[in-house]
């Protein structure tokens, strides 16, 4: 059983990474105002979109590891980085200050309170990261966190420029 839930696991994000574009949902961003997410879509730079709780560790460490390596990595590609907290309308004040003690300030910081915008990205589990390119395609998604696989994130990006 586990191993079909594996599979279709599996399946399910390689679908995903070949066809799959950013949604169109209403969430709120860092200042409480209500944003569409297709607004992320620029045309210009792609992002990284990580998907976290202020419940799971290893959200925290991988975007404690991004926002570490993020000025070097600026400096070799140009993208922006979208966290988007999971957590309901109860924990959304945790998940600010937690951003904000954690010094996350070059992220782009949406708060999906229904998980609408988690739902409509079929995302199961936390972290869920996803690279995606200008015009909004999904081009790379991982699962879980081990140090040193946020490295994948910027290969991924790298490849995107132009």
């Known amino acids: ?7 279709i696991t599996l399946l399910f994000a390689f ?3 070949t066809m799959a574009q950013i949604p169109s949902v209403k969430v709120e961003n860092a200042k409480g105002a209500q944003v569409n997410t297709s607004s992320l879509i620029n045309h210009k730079t792609p992002m990284i979109i990580s998907f976290w709780a202020t419940t799971c560790k290893p959200c925290i460490r991988e975007l404690d590891a991004i926002n570490e390596q993020l000025p070097d990595w600026l400096e070799e590609a140009n993208f922006r980085v979208v966290a988007v907290s999971t957590d309901d309308s109860r924990s959304t004040a945790k998940a600010r200050a937690l951003a ?7 992220f782009i910081m949406l708060y999906d309170k229904n998980q609408e915008f988690m739902r409509a990205m079929n995302v199961s589990l936390t972290p869920q990261v996803y690279v995606v390119d200008a015009d909004g395609k999904i081009v790379y998604s991982h ?3 081990a140090p040193g696989s946020e490295l994948e ?3 991924a990006i790298k490849k995107l420029q132009k």
């Open 153 to 155: 994130l910027l290969k």
């Open 15 to 17: 679908l995903t990474c």
């Open 1 to 7: 059983m586990r191993a079909l839930i594996v599979c």
């Open 100 to 106: 904000e003690g954690h010094g996350w300030d070059d």
């Open 143 to 145: 699962t879980g966190y």
